[in-house]
C-alpha cells in the first residue's frame, strides 16, 4: 500500500513509519515539526518507500499520485505545562490538528476512496467513573477544563470521523490509544516513564505526587504498533482500544525503574500536584482488540523498560 502519515515525525508516527516500510508499504510522513522531530525519521532518509511532506494539517492537504491509506496521527499529546510541545502550551494547535486536521485528512481518504485511520486516545474517557473503561463508555469529561483542549479536540475528532464513515461510506477505524512508552518518546514529555527515567539515570529520588496509589496501565510502543497495524488491515469501524490492562500503581512503577536502572537514591512524596481532570485510575478493557484483531500486548513492563532505558541514556548523555 502506498500510505500517509501525519505527525510522522512524533513517538508514535516514527515507530509506525518503521513497521510499515518493513512490510514493504509505501509511506509518506506529514509533519510540520511543532512537537516531532526530524531526527526520528533521520534514518529513513534515502529508503525508496519512503518520502517526506513538510505541512501542516490544519491547512488544506495535497498529496501527488494516488493513495491505499491515511492514518492521522498528527497532534500534540503531552499534558506536561512545563513543556514548549505539551498540549496546555500549544492549545489553539492542538484543537486545529484534532478539528481542520482530521476533517483535512478525512477529505483527502475520500478523495483517495480509501481507508483511513484516526489516532484517538483514552483521554476521550475523562477521569473515568468506569473501570475499566470499555469502547461503550461515554466518559466523564470537563469541556473547559485546561485539558480540553486534547481531550475535547479528540471527542470532535471521533465523531468527525464516524459522520464520514456514515454520510460518505469513508473506509474509516478509530484507534483509542492509551498509555504508551518506548523510544523516541521526548525525554521531557512530562508523563511518569520520561520522568522517572530522567530522575533515575541522573541519580535522583524519583518524586511522587500524592501517595502513589493513582494507577496507570503501561504499554511498550511495538505492542502498540501491533495492534495498530492489524486495525488498519481489519474491517472493524468501532473505536478499538489498543493499550495493556496490566494495572500498576505509580509507587509501584517508580520501585520498579530504581531496581532496573540501579537507582540507590530511593523515592520521595511530595504533596498531590496533579493537573485538573488528570486521572486516578486507568485501565483499558481490551476486550474488542483480542476478539477483532487477535491482539494482545506481549512486552511485559520490564522487558520494555530495558528496551526503553538505553535510548534515554543516550538522549540524556549518561553512559
Known sequence: MRILITGAAGFLGSNLCDRLIAEGHQVIGMDNFITGSPDNLAHLAGDKNYSFIRHDVSNFIFVPGELDAVMHFASPASPNPNSPFGYLNLPIQTLKAGALGTHNTLGVARAFNTRYILASTSEIYGDPLEHPQTEEYWGHVSPIGP???????????????????????????????????GPRMHVDDGRAVPNFL?????????TIYGDGTQTRSFCYVDDLVEG??????????????????????????????????GNKAGIIYKDDARGEGDPQRRQPDISRAKAVLNWGPEISIEEGLMKTIPYFKEKMGVK
Not at 198 to 206: H, I, K
Open 147 to 181: 485539558r480540553s483542549v486534547y481531550d475535547e479536540a479528540k471527542r470532535f475528532a471521533e465523531a468527525l470521523t464516524m459522520a464520514y464513515h456514515r454520510f460518505h461510506n469513508v473506509d474509516t477505524r478509530i484507534v483509542r490509544i492509551f498509555n504508551t512508552y
Open 198 to 206: 530522567q530522575q533515575a539515570l541522573n541519580g535522583q529520588p524519583l
Open 228 to 261: 495498530i497495524y492489524r486495525l488498519l488491515l481489519s474491517d472493524e469501524h468501532q473505536p478499538v482500544n489498543i493499550g495493556n490492562p496490566v494495572e500498576t500503581t505509580i509507587l509501584e512503577f517508580a520501585k520498579t525503574i530504581n531496581e532496573l536502572t
